[in-house]
């Protein structure tokens, strides 16, 4: 069975610096996705970025990237130029290849709350 | 991008009675559609997952029988908790999948369930 685990319950960075959260997981499988999600105060869970482990090429979307070391099976996620709006909680989510049954479903670490301080 | 819309968004009920949580998909086919829970500070617990036209798959140490899970059609899941007590007081979140592929789900807004 899959597991994600988040070493880091909470972190604290200062508005307009950089925080890099950790994700390590762990599987047998070679192909699957990997995400970040996160979770404001409203709960709605919002997609920040995905990487496929196919790809040997970091994900980037805007001021979030990752670090995919697939080899040590980390998923790391870097915010860099943090704003106020960035708190929350995050979430680093593995999901299996496939889409029979109950594939699809995603396996979430336990998460880290990220404060931003003005 | 793909729209979820969970219904209703809190609902406080009597012990011993039943709720329903609508999951629907608004401008997407969703074959599967995955029911979550989520207790205080604490990270997303799945519950089952939901396949058009056919029974949900529960998870080890979910009640069937007190979380019925419906998935009728193409865009709608729903799930009702039968006999409320005031320890299944908590947030519920559905996703789907499109159906079409494509490696996200959508999440709804999730429902606070509070049993009094």
């Known amino acids: 069975a899959q597991t994600v685990t988040q070493s880091q319950p909470e972190m604290s960075v200062q508005e307009a610096e950089t925080v890099t959260l950790s994700c390590t997981y762990d599987t047998s499988e070679s192909d699957y996705y990997l995400f970040w999600y996160k979770q404001p105060p409203s709960r709605q869970m919002i997609l920040v970025i995905r990487?496929?482990?196919?790809k040997q090429q970091n994900a980037t979307e805007n001021r979030f990237s990752v670090n995919f070391q697939k080899a040590a099976k980390s998923f790391s996620l870097k915010i860099s130029d943090s704003q106020l709006g960035d708190a929350a909680m995050y979430f680093c989510a593995y999901r299996s290849w496939g889409y029979g049954g109950s594939q699809g479903n995603l396996i979430f670490g336990k998460g880290t709350k990220l404060s931003v301080k003005p | 991008g793909a729209v979820v819309s969970q219904h209703p968004s809190r609902v406080i009920c009597k012990s011993g009675t039943s709720v329903k949580i609508e999951c629907r998909s608004l401008?997407?086919?969703?074959?599967?559609m995955f029911w979550y829970r989520q207790f205080p500070k604490k990270s997303l617990m799945l519950m089952a997952t939901s396949n058009e036209g056919s029974k949900a798959t529960y998870e080890q140490g979910v009640e069937k029988d007190k979380f019925l899970i419906n998935h009728a059609s193409l865009t709608l899941s729903t799930l009702t908790v039968t006999s409320a007590h005031p320890e299944d007081s908590s947030f519920y979140i559905c996703?789907?999948?499109?159906?079409?592929?494509?490696?996200?789900?959508?999440f709804g807004q999730g429902t606070r369930l509070t049993v009094v």
């Open positions: 990487q496929e482990a196919y």
């Open positions: 401008d997407f086919q969703a074959t599967t």
């Open positions: 996703s789907a999948r499109v159906r079409t592929g494509g490696s996200e789900a959508f």
